[in-house]
């Protein structure tokens, strides 16, 4: 997947230089090191952003509260529910 162009070149996942910077996961050129894209980061640390349990990693969530997350997944966005996907168990 591309993620970007910059120096002549077009950058993939593969191909850019990825950096952790502080809680974002951030892809740059490799040849100048300009900013291409933020990138999601692994499900398992996706905090939810809203709601009853706004603070609470999604992946502790189907343990707690299975009901919430079914009833969730009726209503996220195509990113939280890849993060529902990928943390159920």
């Known amino acids: 997947?591309?993620?970007?162009?910059?120096?002549?070149?077009q950058w993939t996942e593969e191909t850019?230089?990825?950096?952790?910077?502080?809680?974002?996961r951030v892809a740059r050129c490799g040849t100048c090191e300009k900013w291409l894209r933020a990138l999601p980061g692994p499900a398992d640390d996706y905090v939810?952003?809203?709601g009853k349990y706004k603070?609470?990693?999604?992946?502790?969530l189907w343990a707690q509260d299975r009901p919430y997350c079914d009833w969730l997944y009726t209503i996220a966005k195509?990113?939280?529910?890849?993060?529902?996907d990928e943390t159920k168990p």
């Open 78 to 84: 195509p990113r939280l529910k890849q993060v529902l």
């Open 48 to 50: 939810m952003p809203f």
């Open 16 to 24: 850019a230089r990825i950096v952790q910077e502080g809680p974002h």
């Open 1 to 9: 997947m591309m993620i970007g162009v910059c120096c002549g070149e």
């Open 55 to 60: 603070g609470a990693l999604v992946a502790d």
